[in-house]
């Protein structure tokens, strides 16, 4: 395998880096190299200055096809050597779905070069590389210590439009170097590696576009572990979605997150009003944390509507009050903004003009600073995130939503076995649930799994307004043929609505298929924080329906031979045909009562 190292005025030949360290092989490149996105350079645009004084027609003719072929001699054999490197084609892409800022949008590009210059981005680029003796930037020159590093390096370069005075492979290389053991052929992914790293390492990777060279093996290892992301680590967990939803397009990866990682973003997410500045798993619970969390929760699909409104007012109102104060870090703001628009809320006016104003305090401050641009590298990024997401919020909805529907299986299941299943309620063992509305208020209803248990009954009890609720307490009585069974409550509480229009739904056993009608209450909630999170959710309501259901059918088939489900589904009123006193004891039994 052939390929050229870098070399100023002169070219070798020789293994590349991907295939000495075993991140790729041979018969994934091809024996015949003759260039990949790691080692041939296509400049992002045409330059608007003549970079360090070369001549233009270097950065606009110069094919790299030419100089990769021995047979043919380079019609220039001039100082080209700035195009030995690897170019990203589109780090545009990747930001993007970071939310950090969009250099496709010719106003936004334009802005956030103007960034660049006023914090120092591109002049001290320029600086350097002229007194390196006109070259790209080493990794070691620009202190790369570590995957992130890295990543903000990359990116406030390709911000400033900048990216011509980096040595972008060495980059690259020092990032996947930092979580990776790259040596005897066999790259492997290092014990100690830290998730977080192992997030920007990708996200570099990516914006340099050097992920499809890398072999299926190292894609899927590296997945693997961006998939451990622990669940007291919610901004992490974005970063790692994304990381897995960008390397997906290389290798079959499973594009997954721990069950106990998103079940605290989703309940950071729906939760917000009763967790704001309490610590929960050893999260201090702000606004930051919050918009982390939402972004996560919401591209999988467990965020409710009314839980989406009542966190959206709380985010605007932490935003309004910190950036006034000016106590909030560009960083939160932006994070801010990012959960702000995963839920689908835009900014007013006023708001549009808080943030502004927060951002131009914030960057005139970091001028007044002075200092390296690489102490202001994630500074920068912040900001450029907040303008982005203040221009854009409309546009930037949930925006991995839209790569998940094209990478992995749906989460939010709509159907199981014949059951409606709602990803975004908390689930009571005794098939109730949990609905969080505005101002913190629950919900609670039973599930599709009771509604069909129970079918038409005779008599429905439920508590009047002012009434107290307990959790896994009797709260609601159903009767048929004579005989009560007692439904639980899946959390404590004071009545504030009763649904008088299910009774008339349990007379007739014909019910709405949305939630969103079958409510029985509306509580006040007095311990939200610490019982709506010992419920059911997520992806465990599936496992938790899935064993109930088989149960069920066990119960009712009168064999104590194992139960199939493939095929099975519940119908309506599916217990119509037995005795009242054998439908109570079966409903008590699954009611938990």
């Excluded at 729906?270 to 610590?279: D, E, S």
């Excluded at 307490?473 to 299910?502: D, H, M, Q, Y």
Aim: aromatic share 6%.
């Amino acid at each position: 395998m052939k390929t050229v190292e870098t070399v100023v005025g002169t070219k070798s030949t020789g293994k590349c880096f991907l295939v000495d360290s075993g991140l790729a092989t041979e018969s994934r490149c091809g024996r015949d190299c003759k260039g990949c996105e790691w080692t041939a350079v296509e400049h992002l645009g045409k330059p608007r200055l003549n970079k360090f004084n070369f001549q233009l027609e270097y950065w606009e003719t110069c094919s790299v096809w030419s100089c990769l072929n021995d047979e043919q001699v380079c019609p220039y054999r001039g100082p080209c050597w700035s195009q030995w490197r690897a170019t990203p084609r589109n780090p545009a892409g990747v930001l993007h779905m970071l939310q950090i800022g969009s250099l496709d949008s010719g106003a936004n590009q334009s802005y956030l070069q103007q960034m660049g210059f006023r914090l120092g981005v591109v002049p001290e680029l320029l600086q350097r590389a002229v007194s390196a003796g006109r070259r790209p930037l080493t990794a070691d020159e620009l202190n790369v210590s570590s995957a992130k590093r890295a990543f903000e390096v990359f990116a406030a370069a390709a911000f400033g439009d900048a990216l011509m005075y980096l040595e972008v492979k060495g980059i690259v290389e020092a990032a996947l170097k930092s979580v990776m053991d790259l040596g005897g052929g066999s790259a492997h992914v290092k014990q100690d590696a830290d998730v977080g790293e192992v997030a920007y390492a990708v996200l570099v990777t990516e914006m340099a576009d050097a992920g499809r060279a890398l072999d299926d093996r190292v894609v899927q290892e590296l997945a693997a572990r961006l998939s451990t992301v622990p669940e007291n680590r919610v901004e992490t967990a974005r970063l790692a979605l994304v990381a897995m939803l960008l390397a997906a397009r290389h290798a079959p990866v499973l594009v997954s997150l721990p069950d106990e990682t998103l079940e605290t973003c989703a309940d950071l997410a729906n939760l917000a009003g009763a967790l704001i500045n309490k610590t929960y798993k050893t999260i201090p619970v702000d606004a930051a944390a919050i918009g982390h969390a939402c972004v996560v929760a919401q591209s999988m699909g467990l965020v409710g509507a009314p839980a989406a409104r009542a966190t959206a007012d709380l985010l605007k109102a932490e935003l309004l009050g910190l950036t006034a104060a000016q106590v909030m870090q560009p960083s939160a703001v932006a994070a801010v903004l990012a959960g702000l628009a995963s839920v689908g809320a835009t900014l007013s006016h006023q708001e549009t003009l808080a943030v502004s104003r927060f951002t131009i305090s914030a960057l005139n401050e970091t001028q007044r600073t002075g200092g390296s641009f690489l102490s202001a590298a994630d500074k920068l990024l912040a900001l450029a995130s907040c303008d982005n997401l203040r221009r854009r919020a409309a546009e930037l909805k949930a925006p991995t939503m839209r790569a998940l529907v094209d990478t992995l299986s749906k989460l939010a299941v709509q159907e199981l076995y014949g059951l409606n299943v709602d990803l975004t309620l908390y689930y009571h063992y005794g098939h109730t649930w949990i609905k969080p509305l505005d101002s913190g208020k629950f919900a609670i209803g039973l599930d599709d799994f009771a509604i069909r248990l129970a079918g038409k009954v005779d008599k429905v009890g439920l508590p009047k307004v002012g009434a107290r609720v307990q959790r896994s307490a009797p709260f609601c009585w159903l009767g048929k043929g004579g005989r009560e069974v007692a439904v639980t409550s899946p959390v404590s509480g004071t009545v504030l609505s009763v649904n008088t229009v299910i009774t008339d739904q349990f007379a007739t056993g014909e019910f709405d298929d949305q939630y969103e009608t079958r409510w029985l209450l509306v509580i006040e909630p007095d311990k939200a924080a610490e019982e709506a999170p010992a419920l059911i959710r997520g992806r465990k309501v599936v496992e938790f329906q899935r064993a109930e259901i088989k149960a069920l059918l066990q119960e009712t088939s009168g064999s104590n031979r194992a139960v199939s489900l493939d095929g099975a589904a519940l119908p309506s009123d599916m217990l119509a045909s037995l005795p009242p006193d054998q439908w109570a004891r079966i409903a008590a039994r699954f009611f938990k009562a």
